[in-house]
């Protein structure tokens, strides 16, 4: 049946494959923090049927709940019937903004990508005393969160590269802008274009990424093909690391918290995990980890529209920490990094950090 | 409805736990089931006082009342027919009390059985009913329908393990039920009497469960059987043997193909797979009882026969019964699944018949079950959108319905009626039943507002 959207076209049979079951439930963040159903995928399904009756239209009263998903994938996951909630959401969040209906922070942050290099409209790029451009076996990407929130994790991770002797190079590097494409608009050819020709022209063969996200964007979006097609690889610094013994250890309880993005979406929980066991024999899993890790609430363009959820969903996250007794949090992502530092309450005495950030940390106090 | 009630229900609860937004009356009006009608409006109330006040005002102003936990109902039992107000329990979720020395649990009625469970654990005690949708339900639901699950055979349902409730009548007064104590046979039994009623009789705001000591060993073993005859009588001799199981699962043949078809299990397409599970406090106590057990299997001419003790590999012998859910959901758009029981030794014939009827109406029906009990699930796959077949599928479940019975079988084992069974009561309960069950709707709700429309109470 020929639907009136577009996501009617791509996602009409997964929409209706959903079976109610509400398995759901028990995994997805936004939920599970305000126990509204409507605001859980098996909702967003029930509505997004009626759209597709004709009952209702997509439009302002439903962006409450179709821009406040995290995109965490936990749903996906746990789906019996092999629904893709978040992928269908990106698409009809793309056939809102169509009708103009969208949530005021999206719309910014894609204005803000249209002046501006990077998601923060920051017009000063942070100076990390690299040199940048230049010829190099691997470029470096920081990504937007990494430049301008966690730039001291950045450092840390560049100060690792160098204690390596990697031979690598920063780029005058702009936004990936791959977050546009979840919170319904497009990848921005200008910046995209620009990061590639930056990557290409230092001949480099490998991009290590710092942001997890850009990662994926890099990998999966067909904006970013030339990077494939010129044989470029792109990896997480997580995959970079993993082969590297620093020689340092800790003797506190650290724990792991996977970033959906480098999770659920790219299925990579054990080369983290590998970096981990090597410098902290005290290792311990949080309750929901790997695969059913509970999302920070920062993903999904959700930190920035629903900011007050975001921090409550990423305390939830952060009572597992303490259940678990970690001293240390470690994870793989500035942005999930950033959304548990500003949750983390004052009584919480255990710290976050990358897992670069804390690596370089104990091989500063070893000397 | 109108804006007045509104406001007085903002008064009750607080504006943050009221919505009329469409977006929430969307997401209540469906659970599991195939059923759909909206609500008018939603409250997530966040204590007894609260209902209490609810329930007057509704039961003055004759408005409807469907109480809602996670909403897993296959049957349609939080689906608000009539409209009215949805009074989702979801906030009422905290564990009162765990009280090992009395080998009680008190709880809110949105708990969530996995979190009981978890609590219960580091005491080595656990509830043992434990339906599929345990990740999720509530236990106010459990209680409203009398859940059951795999255990079933040898520990029962919820109704075995409820000892007292706090309920909210629809009138509002509130009504204390049962007793702390292990036994109690002090007045009429008021707490069976709410367990399994649906949210037809009042809100269950507390509960006062009894719990077991979970007995940490298990042993595992499968069995294939070319058969279902064969596979129905080692059923049958199993639990008569003197063992209880404390699992006893069966996959029929729609399911095995299913599931190959949309797997690489390359599981065996026979009639039937048996799936045993026995548990004690020890290693011998677990063996001796999985032996006899698969001698049975043997002894009925089972082709393969597989028995695990190591966790991790008995895991693998409940593949095919845990994917067969998540496969069915998949063949097609829409999917009833269905829930009837028969006597044990019946087993085999309502699998026939199963297999018959799907044959006959050229209908997907793809049957598990909890075989130890004699509680099956057939998983009718359709496309709604497909008029002839939801006609076929409308047929075939009338067969269905009347094959169970004439076997001496009831219209459902654990889900309940809802509006899913309406059209079948009559085939179970005769006039003098359905009278007196309306008598006791009318004693506690004469306004007709709790849950109306279901269980086929309304003449």
Redesign the interface.
């Known amino acids: 049946m020929e639907g009136k959207y577009e996501f009617e076209k791509k996602f009409r049979d997964q929409v209706l494959r959903c079976s109610s079951c509400g398995f759901c439930r028990a995994v997805c963040p936004v939920l599970g923090l305000t126990k509204r159903p409507a605001l859980n995928a098996r909702g967003k399904m029930l509505i997004l049927k009626e759209v597709m009756d004709g009952n209702i239209e997509l439009n302002d009263e439903l962006t409450e709940t179709l821009f406040q998903c995290t995109t965490c994938a936990s749903c996906t996951n746990q789906c019996p019937s092999g629904v893709d909630p978040p992928e269908i959401i990106k698409e009809v969040r793309k056939d809102m903004v169509q009708r103009g209906t969208c949530h005021p922070a999206f719309e910014g942050m894609n204005r803000v990508l249209q002046e501006h290099t990077n998601i923060y409209g920051e017009d000063e790029p942070e100076d990390f005393e690299r040199e940048r451009n230049k010829k190099a076996e691997y470029v470096f990407f920081i990504g937007c969160v990494g430049s301008y929130r966690e730039d001291e994790a950045t450092m840390a991770t560049l100060d690792i590269l160098d204690h390596l002797k990697v031979d690598y190079t920063l780029i005058d590097e702009v936004c990936c802008s791959g977050a546009l494409e979840d919170v319904g608009f497009k990848i921005n050819q200008t910046l995209a274009r620009k990061n590639m020709d930056l990557i290409l022209a230092t001949g480099a063969r490998t991009v290590i990424t710092g942001c997890p996200y850009c990662s994926r964007t890099f990998n999966n979006k067909t904006q970013y093909s030339a990077l494939k097609d010129a044989g470029v690889n792109i990896i997480h610094i997580s995959q970079f690391l993993k082969d590297f013994d620093l020689g340092v250890k800790t003797d506190k309880v650290v724990t792991y918290h996977d970033p959906c993005d480098l999770g659920r979406h790219c299925n990579i929980y054990d080369e983290p995990r590998e970096i981990i066991h090597r410098i902290a024999p005290n290792f311990v899993e949080m309750r929901h980890n790997r695969a059913n890790a509970l999302c920070c609430g920062a993903g999904g363009g959700v930190r920035g529209a629903f900011a007050k959820n975001s921090i409550a969903m990423a305390r939830r996250r952060l009572e597992e920490v303490e259940e678990a007794g970690a001293e240390v949090v470690l994870t793989e992502c500035n942005s999930c990094v950033h959304n548990l530092n500003n949750a983390k309450l004052r009584a919480q005495k255990f710290k976050i950090f990358t897992s670069t950030q804390f690596l370089n940390q104990l091989l500063e106090e070893a000397g | 409805m109108d804006t007045t009630i509104k406001q007085t229900l903002m008064e009750i609860v607080g504006s943050e736990n009221f919505?009329d937004?469409?977006?929430?009356l969307?997401?209540?009006?469906?659970?599991?089931s195939e059923h759909r009608h909206r609500p008018d409006a939603a409250v997530?109330p966040v204590n007894t006082e609260q209902i209490s006040a609810i329930m007057k005002l509704a039961n003055r102003e004759k408005v409807p009342v469907v109480p809602r936990g996670?909403?897993?109902s296959l049957a349609g039992l939080a689906v608000p027919e009539q409209g009215g107000i949805i009074l989702?329990l979801?906030?009422m979720?905290k564990i009162i009390d765990i009280n090992i020395e009395d080998r009680l649990a008190v709880v809110q009625p949105?708990v969530?059985y996995?979190d009981l469970d978890r609590a219960l654990s580091p005491h080595g005690f656990f509830f043992p009913p434990d339906p599929a949708?345990g990740?999720?339900c509530t236990l106010g639901g459990n209680v409203a329908t009398n859940a059951g699950g795999i255990k079933g055979a040898k520990y029962g349902t919820t109704k075995d393990y409820v000892l007292a409730l706090e309920v909210v009548l629809p009138d509002g007064r509130i009504l204390h039920t049962g007793s702390k104590c292990m036994k109690s046979v002090s007045g009429y039994d008021l707490t069976r009497l709410f367990v399994g009623s649906e949210g037809t009789l009042g809100v269950v705001t507390e509960i006062t469960f009894k719990v077991n000591p979970k007995p940490p060993m298990n042993s595992t073993s499968m069995a294939t059987f070319e058969t279902l005859e064969d596979a129905g009588r080692a059923v049958s001799e199993i639990m008569y043997s003197g063992i209880l199981p404390s699992g006893l699962e069966i996959v029929d043949q729609q399911s095995l193909t299913a599931i190959n078809e949309n797997t690489d299990l390359g599981l065996p397409e026979v009639e039937a797979m048996l799936v045993a599970e026995t548990d004690g406090h020890t290693r011998e106590e677990t063996e001796f009882q999985m032996k006899k057990i698969v001698s049975i299997f043997k002894k009925n001419h089972a082709s393969t026969v597989k028995h695990e003790d190591d966790k991790e590999k008995a895991e693998a012998l409940w593949t095919a019964r845990k994917s067969a859910?998540?496969v069915a959901?998949?063949i097609?758009?829409?999917?009833f699944v269905e829930d009837l029981a028969v006597p044990m030794s019946k087993v085999p014939d309502m699998l026939r018949a199963i297999s018959d009827i799907a044959k006959k109406h050229d209908v997907k029906m793809p049957t598990v079950g909890h075989a130890g009990d004699g509680n099956l699930h057939p998983v009718i796959c359709f496309d709604?959108?497909n008029a002839d077949e939801v006609k076929r599928v409308e047929e075939a479940s009338v067969e269905l319905f009347e094959k169970v019975i004439e076997l001496g079988g009831t219209l459902t084992g654990e889900h309940g009626i809802g509006l899913a069974k309406i059209p079948f009561m009559g085939l179970e309960h005769d006039e003098i039943s359905m009278d007196i069950m309306r008598s006791i709707k009318r004693l506690f709700d004469p306004n007709n507002i709790l849950n109306p429309g279901k269980m086929g109470l309304e003449e």
């Not at chain 2, 097609?332 to 999917?335: C, E, P």
């Open positions: 919505t937004s469409l977006i929430d969307i997401a209540y009006s469906k659970d599991a997530w996670a909403g897993t989702d979801g906030r979720d949105g969530i996995a949708s990740s999720v859910y998540g959901a998949r097609n758009n829409n999917l709604g959108t």
